[in-house]
C-alpha cells in the first residue's frame, strides 16, 4: 500500500522546467514518458553525458504541466482506499487526489472541491488534466475528479481511487462543468473537507 500511496514530488516548477528528486527505480525514460518529454532533453537539461542518474538526485525536467501524462501520473494511486480528508497517507478524498496529482506538478490547488471549483477558470472543451465537478447533493459542488481523455475521469470514490466513464448516467445527472488549471497557477490550501463523515459520492 505504502508503494500505491508513494509520490515522487518535484521541489519546484518554473517556466517550463520542474525540479525533480530522483527517486528508487526512477530512469530517464520513464521520467520521460511520464513528463511527455525526451531523454535527450533531460540530459540536455542537465548536462548528462549518460543514462544513470542516482536516487537523491535533483533533475530539471522541461516542459509544462499541461503537457504532462496525467494517465501516469495518477497510475501509482489507482486502488488507493477513500479516506475521508485524505491526502495521500492511508488514502484520498476526492479533492485529496486531485490536490495531490497536481502537487506533483508544482502546483497548489485549493484543498476542497467547491474552492477549486470556484477559483479555477472554466474548461469548454475538455483535454486531460482538466478537472470535472458534481453535485451529488444537488446544491453545491461535493466532488471532483480529474479528466484524463477519452471519456474518462479518475477520482477518489467510496470503492477508492478508480477510473470511470463519465458519460455514465449517475455521472451525467450529477455534472456540473469542467474547470482548467492555468500554467504557474498557485492556489490556497484550504483544510476544510469536502464531504460528510461515513457518506462518500460513488
Avoid at 5 to 33: C, E, I, M
Avoid at 61 to 75: E, S
Wanted: hydrophobic share 40%; charged share 20%; aromatic share 10%.
Amino acid at each position: 500500500m505504502r508503494r500505491l500511496l508513494a509520490l515522487a514530488l518535484p521541489l519546484a516548477f518554473w517556466a517550463g522546467a520542474w525540479s525533480y528528486r530522483v527517486q528508487p527505480g526512477d530512469t530517464l525514460y520513464a521520467l520521460a514518458r511520464r513528463y511527455r518529454t525526451t531523454v535527450a532533453a533531460i540530459q540536455r537539461a542537465n548536462g548528462l553525458a549518460g543514462d544513470r542518474i542516482r536516487v537523491g538526485q535533483v533533475l530539471d525536467i522541461p516542459g509544462r504541466p499541461q503537457d504532462a501524462d496525467f494517465r501516469a501520473l495518477v497510475r501509482p494511486f489507482l486502488g488507493a482506499p477513500y479516506r475521508y480528508g485524505g491526502t495521500g497517507e492511508g488514502g484520498f478524498d476526492c479533492s485529496g487526489l486531485v490536490v495531490r496529482v497536481y502537487a506533483g506538478l508544482g502546483v497548489l490547488l485549493p484543498r476542497t472541491a467547491a474552492g477549486q471549483f470556484a477559483a479555477l477558470p472554466p474548461a469548454s472543451r475538455l483535454r486531460p488534466g482538466d478537472l470535472v465537478f458534481f453535485s451529488f447533493g444537488g446544491h453545491r459542488i461535493d466532488h471532483v475528479g480529474i479528466y484524463l481523455g477519452g471519456g474518462r475521469f479518475v477520482h477518489a470514490s467510496i470503492r477508492g481511487v478508480v477510473v470511470e466513464d463519465l458519460d455514465l448516467p449517475w455521472y451525467r445527472r450529477a455534472y456540473r462543468g469542467a474547470r482548467r488549471v492555468p500554467l504557474g497557477y498557485d492556489g490556497r490550501n484550504e483544510r476544510a473537507q469536502d464531504h460528510t463523515p461515513g457518506a462518500p459520492p460513488r
